[in-house]
């Protein structure tokens, strides 16, 4: 099955969102890699980032190669790293990483005060996703009931809960 093509971004400025298979960036050597490889291979494009145990959120303006193309050395060459520091072998990010287009000035300046540790409320943005973001839930239609001389047995519905998404450190929407 073939994956979606990534949105581009008008702007050329996208939120990334990295995870790891585990917990790789709980220690703060592996944070310091992460952020030199970064800056080796995004450079001014990095405008932001922010680390958790197990991901990694950033904000990426990309080079003239697209954001495929200034990700892929920053992901391999870290990848590289931990295994060599951590003494593992195999994968270090759990699927290819996350973007979304950012399109507005206001909308980045909400991404930078989200990475800087500020509001964590930041405004939606639209994905294929919106249903689950916005917490709500498509019921379906009721069936016609059967035209019958016999009446049909009346069968008790149970009510559905529905538990909302984990939001892992209170994540803004467009993130999810």
Same mark, same amino acid.
């Given at each position: 099955?073939?994956?979606?093509?990534?949105?581009?971004?008008?702007?050329?400025?996208?939120?990334?969102?990295?995870?790891?298979?585990?917990?790789?960036?709980?220690?703060?050597?592996?944070?310091?890699?992460?952020?030199?490889?970064?800056?080796?291979?995004?450079?001014?494009?990095?405008?932001?980032?922010?680390?958790?145990?197990?991901?990694?959120?950033?904000?990426?303006?990309? =080079?003239?190669?697209?954001?495929?193309?200034?990700?892929?050395?920053?992901?391999?060459?870290?990848?590289? =790293?931990?295994?060599?520091?951590?003494?593992?072998?195999?994968?270090?990010?759990?699927?290819?990483?996350?973007?979304?287009?950012?399109?507005?000035?206001?909308?980045?300046?909400?991404?930078?005060?989200?990475?800087?540790?500020?509001?964590?409320?930041?405004?939606?943005?639209?994905?294929?996703?919106?249903?689950?973001?916005?917490?709500?839930?498509?019921?379906?239609?009721?069936?016609?009931?059967?035209?019958?001389?016999?009446?049909?047995?009346?069968?008790?519905?149970?009510?559905?809960?529905?538990?909302?998404?984990?939001?892992?450190?209170?994540?803004?929407?467009?993130?999810?």
């Amino acid at each position: 099955m073939a994956r979606k093509a990534r949105e581009k971004s008008g702007t050329g400025v996208y939120a990334v969102i990295l995870k790891g298979c585990g917990k790789i960036f709980k220690k703060s050597e592996m944070r310091d890699i992460f952020c030199g490889t970064a800056d080796k291979y995004l450079g001014k494009g990095l405008m932001g980032i922010r680390f958790f145990e197990d991901r990694a959120h950033m904000l990426v303006r990309e =080079s003239g190669r697209g954001i495929s193309l200034d990700m892929k050395p920053l992901v391999t060459s870290f990848a590289r =790293s931990y295994n060599r520091v951590c003494k593992t072998e195999g994968k270090v990010f759990a699927d290819r990483f996350k973007s979304v287009p950012i399109e507005s000035p206001e909308l980045e300046d909400e991404c930078i005060k989200y990475l800087n540790g500020g509001e964590t409320a930041a405004p939606y943005l639209p994905t294929k996703r919106s249903s689950a973001v916005n917490n709500t839930v498509k019921t379906a239609k009721k069936e016609p009931e059967p035209k019958a001389e016999k009446p049909a047995p009346i069968k008790e519905e149970k009510p559905v809960s529905v538990k909302p998404k984990r939001r892992g450190n209170q994540l803004p929407p467009w993130l999810l």
